[in-house]
């Protein structure tokens, strides 16, 4: 059997008055139990103090005291809502007459007991009394149990972002959340008694589809749950998705009491699952438009190119026209990008000295594709001047400028310095690409030959945008870099210089150190993990290092740090841009993927050369 412990909140409190010492000291004897707490007092006054400071459960008083007998103390006492309840039990000396008996309990006593007092008798009677103020406290200590967790309930309730709703067996509201206020823009008071058909919750065919689900949970074999997505609306008509989950109570016969309906508004949610959904559908075209024309590129370039060598220095080139184009565009979101900023960025892979070119034009914003055509005309253009043109000779020189008039972007590319160039420069895929661009965009392009040179002639259809949705400039942060990778010789050779790759894609790794070995390096080792590369950090003689921006899902700080400690030189190789590799390194070279075999040469032997002459 549990045992009872009395708590100082359950102790009971008896009330003893007597205007005699020795009559207490007597009831204290008789009455001790545990819990029990005897309140004495010598006077009628003096009890009615100690009743307004204690909660007592019974009084015993004496009937024949100075002033205030027990008689007029209890008749008081029957006045106050504080003290009228309180049982009386009245102990008297005097000689036992039906007349006082009965103005005791017309007084208010629930007994009347004789002096000398039989102990047995005052146990028990006052055992009952002391019983049932145990019993009040415990059920008065649960009920504000309850009522605190009650109000707890209400709180989470009311906080929650979900509506909960209470309808009665004929789908009234009896119940009704401040979430749901919050929700549907209805008041409680206004809602109480009115079904969501008077409250015009739904639109016809989601009210069918509640009704039916609602209906299906009265009948005899229903699981008492339900739940279904509707469009509801609130109190001004707004429409908004959500879920609603039903319950319902049934009585022992099985017949529905009460329903419970708890909704979730999933509007946020449904937004965001479409905008995912067209996401990935906007990057799989992507994805698959940059490989068909990667395709392509290949195809074509194979076609126009006679030797192996060849082939892979014109089409790294495209890739990596079409990757610089790619990371502007990434890097302004995809919203668009800046005409000025696309020519100098194609012109920054290294293939001519900048003194040798100058363009000038008007602030052009172009959506995405428009970007992607200019980015492989330039190219184009810069290459067949490398090959052919102007920038084949010392003496050669090119500029570019445009107009943007009525939508249409006129451009011009012109050079000289170079004489003949009719008959040596073939038409080749270079040229075809110029012309098919321009009419992807809904122009055209054609090139003339002068006696000194070329002028090729470019018109486009675009569609001007402001500047506000357009990203910023992604130039500034790259310049200093990017001429670091065009530095030549920057390095004596006295032994072969030991180069680390850590890049977890192996077909890239092998690249690269194909590429170092060709130019003299010597691959101290290949490591794939963050594990791998601290090792041989450790173990390894290492001039420079060549490390992916991040290795099997993880980030590389702490190969980036176990490097600059040993004050071994390294270059960022990475298909991340500056803005996503580790923040402590900013001094760092990038060297971005896809790559080209001199930017990849040239970033390595700057970075090694600026480690030597710090």
Same mark, same amino acid.
């Given at each position: 059997?549990k045992?009872?412990?009395?708590?100082?909140?359950?102790? =009971?409190?008896?009330?003893?008055?007597?205007d005699?010492?020795?009559?207490?000291?007597?009831?204290e004897?008789?009455?001790?139990?545990?819990?029990?707490? @005897?309140?004495?007092?010598?006077?009628?006054?003096?009890?009615?103090?100690?009743?307004?400071?204690?909660?007592?459960?019974?009084a015993l008083?004496?009937?024949?005291?100075?002033g205030?007998?027990?008689?007029?103390?209890?008749?008081?006492?029957?006045? !106050?809502?504080?003290t009228?309840?309180? !049982?009386?039990?009245?102990?008297?000396?005097?000689?036992?007459?039906?007349?006082?008996?009965?103005r005791?309990?017309?007084?208010?006593a629930?007994?009347?007991?004789?002096k000398?007092?039989d102990p047995i +008798?005052?146990?028990?009677? /006052?055992?009952v009394?002391?019983?049932?103020?145990?019993?009040?406290?415990?059920?008065r200590?649960?009920?504000t149990?309850?009522? &605190?967790?009650?109000?707890?309930?209400?709180?989470?309730t009311d906080?929650?972002?979900?509506?909960?709703?209470? $309808?009665?067996?004929?789908f009234?509201?009896t119940?009704?959340?401040?979430?749901?206020?919050?929700?549907?823009?209805?008041?409680?008071?206004?809602?109480?008694g009115r079904?969501f058909?008077e409250?015009?919750?739904?639109?016809?065919?989601?009210?069918? &589809?509640?009704?039916?689900?609602?209906a299906?949970?009265v009948?005899?074999?229903? *699981?008492?749950?339900?739940v279904c997505?509707?469009?509801?609306?609130?109190r001004? %008509?707004?429409?908004?998705?959500a879920?609603?989950?039903?319950?319902?109570?049934?009585?022992a016969?099985?017949?529905?009491?009460?329903?419970s309906v708890? =909704?979730?508004?999933? *509007?946020?949610?449904?937004?965001?699952?479409?905008?995912?959904?067209?996401?990935?559908?906007?990057?799989?075209?992507r994805?698959?438009?940059?490989l068909?024309?990667?395709?392509?590129?290949?195809?074509h370039?194979?076609?126009?190119?006679?030797?192996?060598a060849?082939?892979?220095?014109?089409? %790294?080139?495209?890739?990596?026209?079409?990757?610089r184009?790619?990371?502007?565009?990434s890097a302004?979101?995809?919203?668009g990008?800046?005409?000025?900023?696309?020519?100098?960025?194609?012109?920054?892979?290294g293939?001519i000295e900048?003194?040798?070119?100058?363009?000038a034009?008007?602030? +052009?914003y172009?959506?995405?594709?428009e970007?992607?055509?200019?980015?492989?005309?330039?190219?184009?253009?810069?290459?067949?001047?490398?090959k052919?043109?102007?920038?084949?000779?010392?003496?050669?020189?090119?500029?570019?400028?445009?107009?943007?008039?009525? %939508? $249409?972007?006129y451009?011009r590319?012109?050079?000289e310095?170079?004489?003949?160039?009719?008959a040596?420069?073939?038409?080749?895929?270079g040229?075809?690409?110029?012309?098919q661009?321009?009419?992807?965009?809904?122009g055209?392009?054609?090139? *003339?030959?002068?006696?000194?040179g070329?002028?090729?002639?470019?018109?486009l259809?675009?569609?001007?945008?402001?500047?506000?949705? +357009? %990203?910023?400039? *992604?130039?500034?942060?790259?310049?200093?870099?990017?001429r670091?990778?065009?530095?030549?010789?920057?390095?004596?050779s006295?032994?072969?210089?030991?180069?680390?790759?850590?890049?977890?894609?192996?077909?890239?790794?092998?690249?690269?150190?194909?590429?170092?070995?060709?130019?003299?390096f010597?691959?101290?080792?290949?490591?794939?993990s963050?594990?791998?590369?601290l090792n041989?950090?450790?173990? =390894?003689?290492?001039?420079?290092?060549? @490390?992916?921006?991040?290795?099997?899902?993880?980030a590389v700080?702490a190969?980036?740090?176990a490097?600059?400690?040993?004050?071994?030189?390294?270059v960022?190789?990475?298909?991340?841009?500056r803005?996503?590799? !580790?923040?402590?390194?900013?001094?760092?070279?990038?060297v971005?993927?896809?790559?080209?075999d001199? &930017?990849?040469?040239? /970033?390595?032997k700057?970075?090694?050369?600026?480690a030597?002459?710090?």
């Open positions: 059997m045992e009872y412990v009395m708590a100082d909140r359950d102790t =009971v409190k008896f009330l003893i008055v007597d005699l010492e020795e009559n207490l000291v007597a009831l004897a008789l009455l001790p139990r545990d819990g029990l707490e @005897l309140i004495r007092a010598t006077s009628g006054p003096q009890a009615l103090e100690l009743l307004l400071v204690h909660d007592i459960s019974l008083l004496d009937v024949q005291m100075p205030m007998d027990g008689f007029e103390l209890a008749e008081v006492m029957r006045g !106050p809502e504080r009228r309840n309180i !049982p009386i039990i009245f102990l008297t000396a005097l000689p036992a007459d039906e007349a006082r008996r009965f005791g309990y017309e007084a208010g629930v007994d009347y007991l004789q000398p007092i +008798v005052l146990h028990n009677k /006052t055992g009394f002391f019983e049932l103020a145990r019993q009040r406290n415990s059920l200590a649960h009920s149990k309850l009522d &605190q967790a009650l109000e707890l309930i209400q709180a989470h906080n929650s972002p979900m509506a909960f709703i209470q $309808l009665d067996c004929q009234r509201v119940s009704w959340s401040r979430g749901a206020e919050r929700m549907l823009g209805w008041a409680a008071h206004n809602a109480m079904t058909a409250l015009d919750v739904f639109r016809p065919q989601d009210a069918e &589809q509640f009704a039916s689900l609602a299906s949970l009948e005899d074999d229903a *699981t008492g749950r339900g997505e509707l469009v509801a609306r609130d001004k %008509g707004t429409l908004f998705t879920e609603w989950y039903l319950s319902a109570l049934y009585d016969k099985g017949r529905l009491v009460s329903m708890q =909704v979730l508004d999933v *509007t946020g949610r449904k937004r965001a699952e479409e905008t995912q959904r067209l996401l990935i559908g906007e990057l799989n075209h994805v698959k438009n940059t068909a024309t990667v395709q392509a590129m290949a195809a370039t194979l076609r126009f190119t006679g030797d192996p060849s082939f892979a220095e014109t089409f %790294g080139g495209r890739i990596q026209s079409m990757s184009a790619h990371s502007m565009l302004a979101t995809w919203r990008a800046k005409l000025h900023e696309i020519v100098a960025d194609q012109l920054r892979l293939l900048e003194d040798r070119f100058t363009y034009g008007p602030s +052009v172009l959506k995405p594709q970007a992607l055509h200019i980015a492989m005309i330039v190219h184009e253009l810069t290459t067949n001047a490398v052919y043109g102007a920038y084949s000779v010392a003496e050669g020189r090119a500029r570019l400028d445009w107009q943007l008039d009525a %939508g $249409l972007l451009l590319w012109v050079e310095g170079k004489q003949r160039l009719a040596k420069a073939p038409k080749g895929f040229t075809t690409l110029i012309e661009s321009a009419r992807a965009g809904g055209s392009a054609h090139m *003339t030959v002068a006696a000194n070329i002028e090729w002639h470019i018109k259809l675009i569609e001007d945008m402001p500047e506000s949705l +357009v %990203g910023q400039s *992604t130039l500034a942060a790259g310049n200093e870099l990017d670091i990778a065009v530095t030549r010789d920057a390095l004596p006295k032994r072969p210089r030991r180069a680390l790759i850590i890049e977890d894609e192996p077909l890239v790794a092998l690249d690269i150190a194909t590429l170092l070995e060709t130019d003299g010597e691959i101290a080792g290949i490591a794939a963050i594990d791998e590369a041989m950090i450790s173990h =390894v003689d290492v001039d420079v290092a060549l @490390l992916d921006g991040n290795l099997r899902g993880q700080d190969v980036a740090s490097l600059q400690d040993k004050k071994i030189s390294f960022f190789v990475s298909g991340y841009g803005e996503n590799l !580790p923040t402590r390194f900013a001094g760092v070279p990038v971005a993927k896809p790559f080209s001199q &930017q990849l040469i040239e /970033t390595t700057s970075a090694m050369a600026a030597m002459a710090t």
